[in-house]
């Protein structure tokens, strides 16, 4: 799961807008603040962006990117979601988790910066997606991005 050779420039560059997107939710204390963008197949057109909290307090940022898409939808073949944070395996706000839709829509491949603390959930989204068939990559090299994000829920 580590940055693949030859995508690493493009992965950077789509994943660090992600984290910049991030910054635009409104904070909470019972939620991460996390940006999501999905880049199609030829890894310049932006095919959604959605982030935490963007249209309703229990939106997530995956499931917000992917609101405008039917499941299966033949444009995300071949598509790239770039999350600023491991999309999530469990919630309690609604009833499908952004693992299930990645899965739903069809994605096959999630570049994510920092795997999701533990603060609220036990999260397995990057485990359940490889398992899937998806492609997992994780940049823990654009994690400190996230982290401040997230600085309302991290402090002592």
């Known amino acids: 799961m580590a940055a693949e050779a030859g995508a690493a420039d493009v992965d950077g560059r789509w994943l660090g807008y992600a984290v910049e997107l991030a910054k635009r ?8 603040s996390v940006g999501a963008v999905i880049v199609g197949p030829d890894g310049e057109t932006v095919l959604a962006e959605g982030w935490s909290r963007a249209g309703d307090p229990r939106d997530h940022a995956e499931e917000a990117a992917l609101r ?6 033949p444009r995300l073949a071949g598509a790239t979601l770039y999350s600023s944070l491991e999309p999530c395996s469990a919630r309690a706000s609604r009833p499908r988790t952004c693992t299930e839709l990645t899965l739903a829509a069809g994605i096959g491949r999630v570049v994510f910066a920092w795997r999701e603390p533990a603060l609220f ?35 002592d």
């Open 68 to 73: 405008g898409f039917a499941a299966g939808d």
């Open 121 to 155: 959930v036990d999260c397995q989204g990057a485990e359940l997606l490889a398992a899937a068939g998806v492609t997992v990559v994780e940049r823990p090299d654009l994690a400190a991005g996230v982290r401040a994000a997230n600085a309302h829920l991290l402090a």
């Open 25 to 32: 939710c409104p904070p909470a204390q019972t939620a991460f």
